[in-house]
């Protein structure tokens, strides 16, 4: 990967937006770079890092591919993929940008880069799983705030509250709640998961909480390094915190409430954990896994069960 002087040199040798896209690919796959932030493969996220760099929309006319980048833009393109070749910094927080649900977020270190397969269940508005529009929904866990605003957009009459235990993340979510216009529809919390919430009962709780055990933590690609380690990582099978939501989601819920919670990889801890509860986990026709749904009534049969798990551990 050529640098400083260097990439002086290439900026010389490229010229239109297509000969920089051809050459972002090229230098994507000879330094095998892990896609998971956004993008699966080196071709989508090349156009996204030119395209991005240089504030041009995805559905922007194709004749513009021929058109020459000035001096400065090369520049500011150039570092983006130094850095995410030579650094692997995730292509959102170079754009200071991710995309979730069919919405733009702001994003920078302080939150995790937007990607939870929960963006489908929003799209469909939760359909057929939510008998009822929710007036009262909760995003626990919030991060940068997308799964919350997503969800407002697709309920605008409901009250959105969105959680979350950092301040760093609790700021960005600001930024993007004020980004959406949506200051008179939701509200933030700095809450340790329900410690500091309001019990008002809520219709819908949605969380991607961190989940990683500790094993798959240690293994993870350079990109994940990059982002919040208090977002990631869940104690030794991923289900710390999981734990502690399944213990007290019921007092938070109304009678005909429901929790959407995702856990990814750690589906498997949790079934071994809790063989006797009916978790139903949810599909998706563009991928994903590891998302469950029990309803209040579900979570205050197995109470006790959730109580001593959460004690025990």
Known sequence: ????????????????IKDYIRWTHSQFNHHKLFFGHGTDNAWDEAVHLVLGSLHLPWDFD???????????????????????????VPLAYLLGEAWFAGLPFHVDHRVLVPRSPIAELIQNRFEPWLTDEPMRILDLCTGSGCIGIATAYAFP?????????????????????????LEDQVSIYQSDLFNDLPKDGYDLIVTNPPYVDDEDLTAMPQEFSHEPALGLGSGLDGLDIT???????????????????EVGNSEFALQDAFPEVPFMWLEFENGGQGVFMLTADQLREHAELFAAEVTSG
């Open 157 to 181: 009459y409901a009250k959105v509250d969105l959680a979350d235990i950092s301040e760093g993340a609790l700021s960005v979510a600001q930024s993007n709640v004020e980004r959406h216009y």
């Open 1 to 16: 990967m050529p640098q400083s002087k260097a990439l002086a040199e290439v900026a010389q040798q490229l010229h239109t």
């Open 62 to 88: 194709p004749s513009m591919l021929d058109a020459r980048i000035t001096h400065d833009e090369a520049v500011i393109v150039l570092s983006h993929v130094e850095k995410r070749c030579l650094d692997r």
């Open 243 to 261: 734990r502690r939501i399944l213990r007290d989601a019921p007092n938070y819920l109304t009678n005909d409430g429901v929790l959407i919670c």
